[in-house]
């Protein structure tokens, strides 16, 4: 088990920089995520762990050995790939020992071993099967299954449940994740499922245009995101542009008050943690937006009225638009049970927040 | 009610008609290949059968009876059993020959980046196949010859003293069917290379396999079926031409097709060559469909 250093790694394809000067560290034992939208350079930094690629700069770590320019067979990584990749001539129990036949086990070792491993996927039934009679769950874990048994210090998982439907997707999750804390691997995650990443993981990296944008928990990544990218990325948001009309300071807790318009002529006056001085680029998740049908009595500083544009029923929640006075319109998602009788389109409304809700995202172009 | 049956049992009619009809259109147009088949394959295929089974006189006249006697020959006879073992036998070395040599060549068509590049390597793989196989074989003769490249150049590098004798043996022949039969063996190689999906050679390896010995136990196993269809091929082309050997290794060789010639066309033993033609082809067909079988197996075991 170790972890992995990525130092100032670049990797270039001709003119095109499909990664620049990412900088990180995944601790041993840990679930890492890398999530982004696809050609953000995900697969090509798990490219670079695994050894497929080599950085154009910078160098890899794995487990305190610098790994750069290692073919990928000297690196003893475990890598479950997103359509399996099992071999189609070998049975399952073949799969599993196809590594350990590799380094050349005693053949009582390699039978001892492989039965672990498929008992750990619950696939001991299946030794003789061969991959194509095997449903796509349960390809999935023999491929997690080979990829353990040869004790790897990392394992990389690349969109592994990209290919399963929903449900089974939500099974192999809780699986993948008792599996890694059983084993205590240090597991890196590809994947543009950003709930499947906010779920899984300890940490999450999240990759847009080639830059590793934030790294974070997933309750950091999505109450505290870095930058604009994050934001919008990450969950459903609120991104608010505006003017500072005027900064005061109140000197409360160095809280800035600062008037700014919400949309064109609509004033606001929010007060928000820390230093966005100059900055106008704010946002706010539609869940933590409150809304009242009867105007003026939330007696709350932030709010706003508003007329509701469009009523979004999901079961469990009701997403709302709500033009504001003016031009302005904000998403707002509230839970099923606050609304007795649906509102409709051309309602009357009134939403209020608190003002830590309001976060400051530094400005364009950072 | 009874109008909507009826009108449904009217259309299931007509299609059928239709169906009836495109048959038999199919048929129509592939009446002129059949009826050539059949005039120009299938009948003197039969005829040649029944002529493997008639006897001569000592004029060489093909007599009314029935026997087995020229097969009795072809078994009994020591020569006759040499050149089929040796008929055999280069076959296979050449079958051997061929697809180990085919394999850096199928690699390269297939994992060549750039598309312009791989269309010129299948040009230059395929363009020996639009010329004639004797100028082929003839080229062959150029470079082997007493006199040819070879051994000038052999020659003029002091590196012999008298030049070598390379024509006229079953090297030169074996040498021969490498080249001219090589591309039949990369084609299919090539493409069942082409199938195997890049992860499993990554999968391969992040296991710990290097290059070689993930070629032997990924990509050599998935591509058996496309290195014995090409055996398939090269065997029965080894074993059943006549050109090659004729002009790079000369009359005399004991090989069936050479045999096969003397009799009908020196010899003028008509039944006897008929007899010979059959066991060639009992013999190719018996070692074709071996290896087919083995195929079979093999993609059985890949995808049932």
Same mark, same amino acid.
């Given at each position: ?71 990928? +067979? ?9 359509? +399996? ?136 990544? +999505? ?128 939403? +209020? ?14 | ?101 085919a394999y850096?060549a199928a690699y390269l068509l297939v994992r ?6 791989r269309?010129?390597f299948y040009?230059?793989l395929i ?56 591309p039949f063996a990369v084609l299919p190689i090539a493409t069942s290379m082409g199938e195997i ?22 990509t050599?196993?998935l591509t058996l079926p496309g290195l014995l269809s090409g055996a398939?091929i ?61 195929s079979?197996?093999?993609e ?5």
């Amino acid at each position: 088990m170790s972890g992995i250093h990525i130092d100032d790694v670049s990797r270039q394809f001709g003119d095109f920089t499909a990664l620049e000067e990412v900088q990180l560290q995944v601790r041993e034992g840990e679930f890492f995520s890398l999530l982004g939208p696809s050609g953000c350079g995900k697969t090509t930094l798990l490219n670079l762990i695994a050894g497929f690629l080599d950085p154009t700069r910078g160098r890899i770590m794995i487990g305190g050995k610098d790994v750069t320019g290692l073919p990928p +067979y000297r690196r003893g990584l475990g890598i479950v790939f997103q359509d +399996y990749a099992l071999f189609p001539h070998l049975s399952v129990f073949d799969n599993v020992a196809y590594g350990l036949r590799i380094r050349k086990q005693p053949k009582k070792e390699i039978k001892r071993r492989v039965e672990e491993m498929l008992a750990l996927v619950q696939l001991s039934s299946m030794a003789d099967r061969r991959p194509h009679q095997l449903s796509g769950g349960q390809r999935q874990r023999v491929a997690i299954a080979r990829a353990l048994a040869i004790e790897p210090s990392v394992l990389l998982l690349d969109e592994p449940l990209s290919n399963l439907d929903a449900k089974l997707r939500k099974a192999m999750q809780t699986e993948l994740r008792t599996i890694q804390r059983r084993t205590g691997v240090t597991t890196v995650l590809v994947t543009h499922d950003q709930e499947e990443a906010l779920s899984l993981s300890d940490r999450i990296g999240i990759l847009g245009h080639g830059r590793l944008q934030q790294v974070g928990t997933p309750l950091e990544v +999505y109450r505290r995101p870095a930058n604009r990218f994050v934001a919008d990325f990450i969950g459903q948001v609120n991104l608010i542009q505006t003017a500072v009309a005027a900064e005061r300071s109140t000197g409360r807790n160095r809280h800035a008050a600062i008037d700014y318009e919400i949309a064109a002529g609509v004033p606001l006056l929010l007060e928000t943690t820390g230093s966005a001085e100059g900055s106008g680029l704010y946002m706010i998740r539609p869940e933590r937006i409150k809304i009242a049908l009867t105007a003026g009595n939330s007696g709350e500083a932030n709010r706003a009225p508003g007329v509701i544009s469009h009523v979004g029923y999901a079961g469990d929640q009701v997403r709302l638009h709500v033009q504001l006075a003016g031009k302005g319109e904000l998403q707002v998602v509230a839970s099923d049970p606050l609304f007795p009788v649906l509102p409709s389109a051309g309602d009357r409304c009134e939403l +209020y927040w608190d003002a830590e809700d309001v976060i400051a995202l530094p400005p364009e172009g950072v | 009610m009874l109008l909507l049956s009826r009108r449904k049992g009217c259309r299931v009619v007509a299609r059928n008609t239709v169906v009836r009809r495109t048959l038999s259109f199919y048929w129509l147009m592939l009446s002129p290949a059949l009826l050539f088949l059949l005039a120009f394959l299938v009948v003197p295929f039969i005829m040649l059968i029944v002529l493997s089974f008639r006897e001569v006189d000592s004029l060489l006249n093909v007599l009314p009876s029935y026997s087995l006697k020229n097969y009795t020959e072809i078994f009994t006879s020591a020569s006759y059993l040499t050149t089929i073992r040796s008929t055999l036998g280069v076959a296979a070395l050449t079958t051997v020959i061929v697809i180990i040599a085919a394999y850096p060549a199928a690699y390269l068509l297939v994992r060549t980046g750039s598309k312009g590049l791989r269309t010129f390597f299948y040009i230059l793989l395929i363009s020996p196949l639009l010329t004639s196989v004797v100028i082929r074989t003839f080229a062959w003769i150029v470079i082997m010859a007493q006199n040819g490249l070879l051994n000038e150049a052999l020659l003029k590098l002091h590196l012999i003293d008298k030049p070598l004798s390379l024509l006229w043996s079953m090297k030169a022949v074996v040498i021969a069917y490498v080249q001219v039969m090589l591309p039949f063996a990369v084609l299919p190689i090539a493409t069942s290379m082409g199938e195997i999906q890049p992860k499993l050679r990554q999968a391969s390896m992040s296991l710990g396999a290097g290059r070689i010995r993930t070629f032997f136990k990924v990509t050599f196993p998935l591509t058996l079926p496309g290195l014995l269809s090409g055996a398939a091929i090269v065997f029965s082309l080894a074993a059943g031409s006549y050109i090659t050997p004729l002009l790079v290794g000369g009359r005399l060789q004991p090989l069936l097709p050479l045999s096969i010639y003397q009799q009908a066309v020196q010899v003028f033993n008509m039944p006897f060559a008929a007899a010979l033609s059959m066991t060639l082809l009992v013999l190719v067909a018996i070692v074709v469909g071996l290896i087919s079988w083995i195929s079979k197996r093999w993609e059985a075991r890949l995808h049932d």
